[in-house]
Structure formats: C-alpha cells, structure tokens
C-alpha cells in the first residue's frame, strides 16, 4: 500500500516569500490533516479535512496560511507570507476515518531566514 | 480545545527495564487514544491505540492502560531495548471538537 506522499521534503525560503506544500493521501482516506511540528514539540494540528469539506481549523493563522482539497484527494498548503516563525516540519497524514490511525507523510521541513 | 500533557519530556532507562509515559487530557468526551513513535527525522508511526470502551490494551511488549475517571492514559515498554530509543506521543481525539491532539512528546533513552 503506497504512504501519504507530501513535497517538497525541504524548502528555505526568505522571509515574506510565499510557499506552497503538497500532499497526496492513501488512497480511499477520506480524513486529511495537516500539522506543523517546530523542533522539540508534538505536532500542532492546523486543519483537518473531511473528503473536500474543512472539519476543523481553528488553529490556522487565516491571515497568512491558506489550505485546500481538491475533489478530496489532494492537498495544499500555502503561507504567504512566511514568518521566520514558520520554520518547521509540515506534516500531512490522512485516515480512513476520524477514529482510525492517522498515517503521516515524511513532512517538508521549512525553512525561513 | 483538549489540552494533552504528557509527562514526562525525557526518560531514560537501563536495557531490559520498563518505561512508562503518561498523559493527561481535559475532554471528558475524547474517545480515542493513539500512542506514536517518532524516530529522529522520521515521520510518526502508530505502535498502539486504545478506545473509550477499553481499560487495556497490549501488544507485546507494549501495553496501554486508560482511566476515563481520572482522563488520564498511559504507555508501557517492558524489556527495553535500545531500538526503543525514540520520541512517544500521545494523542488524544477529541469527540467534541472532532480533532487528533497530540502531547509535546517523551524522548525515551534506552542505555544498553
């Protein structure tokens, strides 16, 4: 069974430049979630999607992060623009379900400077 | 939103000894408890899970225990090993506010 693909694996971006992560579910995972985990810290969710429908994103900086899916497979995530405070492992996992095991990607570690 | 705290950041163990880590949450309604293993520059990876009906929960060397009085949920490794090295995350999920949060995480150490 193929993970849950995310890219770029790195980015390093100058502050106030926009990036945008990717990320690609298992397939038939109706639940997606996007974290971000600062170095030392547990993940921190920021949105979670249902199929195409957004569940929960409370956490989402709204002024500056941005997140979609797309005919609830794919995802994206974008900040623009980005904060030297951004710098983490963005992380993306999806699940059957809400009550099931979550599966993460390798993340994409940001980079600000 | 759940509030997790787990205790405790750092552990550090002789090989063969036991390891406990123990979380915490607020919402009386969570119903759902996953422990993850995150090796360094890895991804989290799921090692064991217990849900709101079950008291206990084990796998081998790992077990699970959940007091839904007292919210509060932990992990157990018995026979350490030093590939146990790593850092555990609780997570609890939430059925009020329908989201996977998740503790600041243990760095377990396994002396050999």
């Known amino acids: 069974e193929a993970g849950v693909a995310q890219s770029p694996r790195y980015k390093i971006i100058e502050k106030r430049q926009s990036v945008a992560f990717w990320c690609n579910p298992i397939s038939g995972h109706a639940t997606l979630y996007w974290y971000q985990q600062i170095l030392g810290q547990g993940p921190k969710l920021l949105i979670q999607?249902?199929?195409?429908?957004?569940?929960?994103d409370s956490q989402l900086p709204k002024d500056r992060f941005s997140a979609e899916r797309l005919k609830g497979v794919d995802s994206t995530l974008k900040i623009q623009p980005a904060k030297l405070e951004d710098s983490a492992v963005y992380l993306c996992?999806?699940?059957?379900?809400?009550?099931?095991?979550?599966?993460f990607g390798q993340g994409t570690r940001l980079t600000v400077v | 939103g759940e509030n997790v705290e787990q205790h405790p950041s750092t552990l550090s163990v002789q090989e063969g000894d036991s390891a406990v880590i123990k979380c915490t949450y607020s919402?009386?309604?969570?119903?759902?408890f996953p422990w993850y293993k995150q090796e360094l520059g890895k991804r989290p990876q799921l090692i064991i899970d217990i849900r709101s009906n079950v008291g206990e929960k084990k796998d081998q060397r790992i077990a699970v225990t959940l007091n839904k009085t007292a919210k509060h949920f932990s992990l157990h490794i018995t026979e350490t090993q030093p590939e146990d090295s790593a850092v555990y995350f609780c997570?609890?999920?939430?059925?009020?506010?329908?989201?996977?949060?998740f503790g600041k995480g243990t760095k377990l150490s396994v002396i050999p």
């Open positions: 997570a609890v999920f939430g059925a009020g506010s329908y989201q996977l949060t």
């Open positions: 999607f249902q199929n195409n429908g957004v569940v929960d």
């Open positions: 919402d009386s309604a969570s119903n759902y």
């Open positions: 996992a999806s699940s059957l379900g809400q009550l099931r095991e979550a599966f």
